[in-house]
C-alpha cells in the first residue's frame, strides 16, 4: 500500500495479497464505501469546502451547494452546506495544522477525514461522552464546546 503526503491509505485492489488481520482493520474505515449516504454527501462537502479554503475558488463554493441540492434524501440543501462550512471553519481554527482533504472524487479518505467521518458517525449514535472525548482529541480543549455543537448541528441536519 502506498501513502500520499496527507497520510492515506489507498484501497486495496482485487489482485493484491490480503493484508495481516491489523492492516485490514487499519484501512477498512480508510474508504469512502464503508460510509451511509450522509456521512458520503458530508464527505463531499467537507471537500469541496476544504478546496475552497485551500484555493480561494468560488467555483468550490457553487460546487458544494450544487452537489447537497443534487443529493438524494436531502431536505434543506443549504443549510447542509451552513453546517458542514461552520464545522470546518472551527476545526480549522482550533488546529495548529491545516485539515487535509482529498479531491471530491477520490475513494481513499485522509486521515482528518476519517477523523470527521468517525465524528458523525459518533454524533449520529446519540453518545454524547464518547463523541465529546473524540472531538477534544480532535482539536483540543478551546474549541472543543463549538466543535461539538456543530458535528451534532450537522449529524441531524
Known sequence: MMQDECDSVAVPDAGQSQLCPLQAALA??????????????????????????????????????????????????PLLVARAAALVRILRGGRPCELCFMPPSCRRLSRDEAELMRLLAVARRKQPGELESIVCRFVGSDKEDAATRAVNALAFC
Open 28 to 77: 477498512a474505515p480508510r474508504s469512502v464505501e464503508s460510509y451511509d449516504d450522509f456521512c458520503r454527501v458530508a464527505l463531499s462537502l467537507f471537500r469541496f469546502i476544504g478546496a475552497a479554503y485551500a484555493t480561494g475558488a468560488s467555483d468550490c463554493w457553487e460546487a458544494a451547494y450544487r452537489f447537497a441540492d443534487e443529493a438524494p434524501g436531502i431536505a434543506d440543501s
